[in-house]
């Protein structure tokens, strides 16, 4: 696979008082007293907290003293099965999907269905194989979860939120964990053929565990569905 080294970038002080403001921000978001996140404070709160994640990871990138190769159209992070979702980011995306191409909506359903199908059934497959197997050490020290993003990935199925061109549909509101990927290498090492290449420096820059509690809480607070994937909460709140 990749080698997704998790905060391995050092973050300086000028990035920390960023943090500090999202922080602030995550706060603000519990202590609204509204019943959807699609309330026009939340929704504001919420927009100004994603651009200081933006401020925050440019300052942690520019400390680092390297350039991120991930450009527009560069499409290869959006053929994998995005999960780890929050439930209000879901509900907002869909809100912005109603409002913005309301005629794309059945083809939407349709392809994240198709693509749920195929990772159940990848799923079904993995678990075979792993019973079959069971006995042997390599076997049960695997990540199952990381197994079967990783063999998704292999499919090349497309994210049903990327236009005919390849662009995101939903770029400025896309979920944090779309956001967190980013790399340094040429962005051809990043294709599906090349998962298994442990020499591709691919990171994934997230908030900080203060902030990451937050954002759980701020999820179960508006919680409907027992679900993390983005297609799969997107077939459920758009159905409604």
């Known amino acids: 696979m990749h080698t997704f080294l998790k905060k391995n970038l050092p973050v300086p002080e000028s990035a920390k008082t960023i943090h500090n403001s999202i922080v602030k921000s995550l706060k603000r978001l519990l202590e609204l007293d509204v019943p959807s996140p699609l309330h026009p404070d939340f929704k504001y709160t919420f927009e100004k907290m994603l651009n200081r994640f933006h ?14 190769s991930c450009t527009k159209g560069c499409t290869h992070c959006c053929h994998h099965w995005v999960e780890d979702v929050y439930s209000f980011e879901a509900e907002i995306i869909v809100d912005y999907i109603q ?18 199908k195929e990772l159940v059934r990848l799923n079904d497959i993995m678990e075979q194989k792993l019973t079959e197997n069971k006995g042997e050490k390599e076997i049960s020290e695997i990540d199952t979860t ?21 662009l995101c549909t939903i770029y400025n509101i896309r979920p944090l964990t779309c956001r967190i990927y980013i790399s340094f290498s040429d962005p051809g090492h990043c294709s599906p053929e090349r998962i298994n290449s442990s020499d591709i420096p691919t990171y994934l820059l997230d908030l900080e565990e203060s ?19 983005l297609q799969a909460l997107l077939v459920d709140y758009l159905q409604e």
Do not use: M, W
Not at 55 to 68: A, D, L, P, S, T
Not at 146 to 166: H, I, M, T, V
């Open 211 to 229: 902030a990451s509690k937050l954002l759980d809480t701020l999820h179960e607070k508006y919680n409907r569905y027992n679900k993390s994937g």
């Open 99 to 116: 409002n913005h191409f309301p005629e794309r909506i059945d083809t939407i359903v349709k392809t994240c269905r198709e693509n749920e």
């Open 55 to 68: 401020q925050y990871q440019g300052e942690v990138i520019r400390n680092y003293g390297k350039r991120v």
């Open 146 to 166: 990381d197994l079967l993003l990783a063999c998704f990935y292999q499919l090349e199925r497309p994210c049903a939120l990327l236009s005919d061109k390849g």
